[in-house]
Structure formats: structure tokens, C-alpha cells
């Protein structure tokens, strides 16, 4: 008897032991039934497949921010909880979190999607074009960050997921706010990960992962061809969203460029200019956005939201998020 008990309480030191080494070292991995998983602009674009991949995989409770969320009961799914929320007001956002905490719980998975872009020179673009690009596709990232991360790092449990673009690297011409809020997330994810503890430790217990997609395959990118179909390919926004659940089902750090030529983006900044004008002129990636034919039209009345007037609900980026997840006042055109 009392060589069992023994054998017992080896085996549960052994035990708690492993886990202690797994958790300081391999660190968290995403589990349906015990994380929450928040998802900014899930109502449309990837945003709307990374929640059909999470439901895919029986995830109890998924939280989605946007400004215009389902009305109608039937169009909502279930285990998905959807909050009215523009991401890029910082009051709206704080007051938002506490009432998913309440109501839903403690968010441990937080995937920062949205995003909107301007396909326009910099001196066509106006003062509210730039300065909504950089609130609505950086600043809530900071917003929602600050908001959740503190209840992460009380339960040593947390994943940030940020979605950043490959343009963040090396921005085309017409894309000058664009690709620097996208290089402004880059840096955040870099900088977040290093204040949360040396990455292969995790002595804290939040990770964080950078997601870098190519242009996704959007209606509001009609006419704008990517250099190379062959070499840059358009992603489909439901690849894209199954790569990051494979990523963080497996725990996994660092960054993820898509498709493969992401890779190689980050040489191209270390390159001499001269060497990186004749590769961007033979990608023809600077010419890519002067057949931008998307069109945004005001919504009627006040509200901020704009629309294509063609036949696109909402405003899809290059990666795929939409204007729903924010808001933007009428343009000057």
C-alpha cells in the first residue's frame, strides 16, 4: 500500500514537473473548450472565415467586433458572440472588453483583423484618409492589446494573433498609409513580444504570433492584378484562415508569411536601392494599384460607413478585412 502511494505521488511530482517545463517552454496552445477567442471584423472577409474555422473545430465561445453585426437571430451562429464595437475608438473599445468579460469571460485568444486600405497617391489622399487608415488598421491593435492583455498575463494564459500584411515589408506605390500601418504592426508584434519575455521561455504564458498574407482574393480589388500569378498568387481568404488555426492549434511563435515568396520580403529591406528599383520594377508591384477601380460612396444619412457602389457589402482590404470593423468618416474625393 504504501509502495502505491508512493508510486502515486512520484508519478503526479513527475507529472506537474512536465507541465511546468511545458508551459515555460512550449507554452500555451489553443484549446476549443477552455479559451475564448476574439476576433475584430469577424462579420465579413477573413475575419468571417477565421470564425467558420474556429466553429469548424467546436470552440465554445468566440467573441466578434465589428460595427455592423447581424440583426436578425437566424443570421447569427451559435457559440458566437457579436458585439457593436468600432475598434478604432479607444473609449469604445475599453467599455467593450469589460462588457465581454462580464458577459462572456476572460478573452485568451485575441486576433487583431481589421483593417481598411486607400488605393491613392499620397497627395491625393486627404488628412482623414491617412489618419483613419492608421487609427482603424494600427492604432485599435494598441487599443485592443491594452484592453485584454492584463487579464492574460493575471491567468499566465493568453495568444495575440496580429494580422499584418506582407506590404509591411515592402510597400507598393498608392499604398503609402497602408503599408505604413502595416509596418507599424510588424513592429508592434516584435516589440510586445519581447517585453512579454524572451519568446522561447514564455515566462509570462501569453505568446504572440504575425501573420503576413499576400493580397487575398477580394471584390474590392477588382482590376488589380498581382505581379505574378505564378509567383504571387492571390490567397483565398479561407487558406489563409485555416493556416492560422493550424498555427496557434499547434502553439506555434514568430511569423507566417503567405504564400511562400512572404519569405523573402524582409531581404528586399536590406538590399541597395538600385538593386530593389529593377526588382520592383520587374515585379511591376508599383503599377499594380493604378488599375485600382474600387469606388467608395458615402452611406446615406450620417452614418460614417462607406460602401462600394457596385455590389460589395463592405470594404475588403488586401487582406481580406473589411470596413465594418471601423469607422470612417465621408471621404473628400
Known amino acids: 500500500m504504501t509502495g502505491a502511494i508512493s508510486i502515486s505521488l512520484a508519478f503526479y511530482r513527475f ?31 477573413l475575419g468571417k472565415e477565421l470564425v467558420k474555422q474556429f466553429l469548424e473545430k467546436n470552440t465554445s465561445k468566440i467573441v466578434v467586433l465589428d460595427i455592423v453585426v ?25 467599455k467593450t472588453s469589460e462588457i465581454v468579460k462580464k458577459e462572456v469571460g476572460i478573452v485568451s ?6 483593417g481598411i486600405t486607400r488605393g491613392k497617391s499620397l497627395i491625393d489622399l486627404s488628412f482623414d484618409d491617412i489618419e483613419k487608415t492608421i487609427q482603424i488598421n494600427l492604432m485599435s491593435s494598441f487599443y485592443t492589446i491594452k484592453a485584454f492583455l492584463p487579464d492574460m498575463l493575471k491567468i499566465k494564459r493568453g495568444y495575440i494573433v496580429t494580422i499584418a500584411s506582407v506590404l509591411g515589408y515592402m510597400s507598393p506605390a498608392r499604398l503609402s498609409a497602408y503599408g505604413a500601418s502595416k ?16 519568446p522561447s521561455l514564455n515566462p509570462k504564458g501569453v505568446k504572440t504570433l504575425l501573420i503576413c498574407p499576400g ?44 504564400p511562400f515568396y512572404g519569405n523573402f520580403m524582409p531581404i528586399m ?15 511591376g508591384m508599383d503599377e499594380s494599384m493604378k488599375k485600382f477601380i474600387g469606388r467608395l460612396t458615402p452611406k446615406e444619412g ?6 462600394l457602389a457596385e455590389d460589395e457589402e463592405f470594404i475588403d482590404d488586401v487582406n481580406g478585412n473589411n470596413l465594418s470593423t471601423a469607422v470612417a468618416e465621408p471621404q473628400d474625393f
Not at 76 to 83: D, G, P, Q, S
Not at 109 to 114: C, P, R, S, T, V
Not at 232 to 247: G, I, K, M, T, Y
Not at 269 to 283: D, Q
Open 109 to 114: 485568444l485575441l486576433i487583431n483583423n481589421a
Open 15 to 45: 507529472n506537474k514537473a512536465y507541465r511546468t517545463f511545458s508551459n515555460i517552454v512550449i507554452g500555451n496552445y489553443f484549446d476549443p473548450h477552455r479559451d475564448i477567442v476574439l476576433i475584430t471584423g469577424g462579420c465579413s472577409g
Open 302 to 307: 450620417n452614418s460614417p460607413i462607406s460602401r
Open 269 to 283: 529591406r536590406a538590399v541597395p536601392w538600385p538593386l530593389a528599383e529593377i526588382i520592383r520594377g520587374f515585379s
Open 183 to 198: 509596418s507599424g504592426l510588424i513592429a508592434l508584434h516584435e516589440s510586445l513580444t519581447y517585453e512579454l519575455g524572451p
Open 70 to 94: 447581424p440583426s436578425n437571430a437566424e443570421d447569427r451562429l451559435e457559440n458566437v458572440y457579436y458585439y457593436k464595437c468600432d475598434v478604432s475608438n479607444r473609449k469604445e473599445v475599453l
Open 215 to 258: 493580397q487575398l482574393k477580394t471584390r474590392m480589388f477588382t482590376g488589380v492584378k498581382t505581379p505574378s500569378t505564378l509567383l504571387a498568387p492571390e490567397l483565398d481568404p479561407s487558406h489563409v484562415a485555416r493556416n492560422v488555426l493550424s498555427a496557434v492549434e499547434l502553439g506555434r511563435r514568430g511569423e507566417i508569411k503567405l
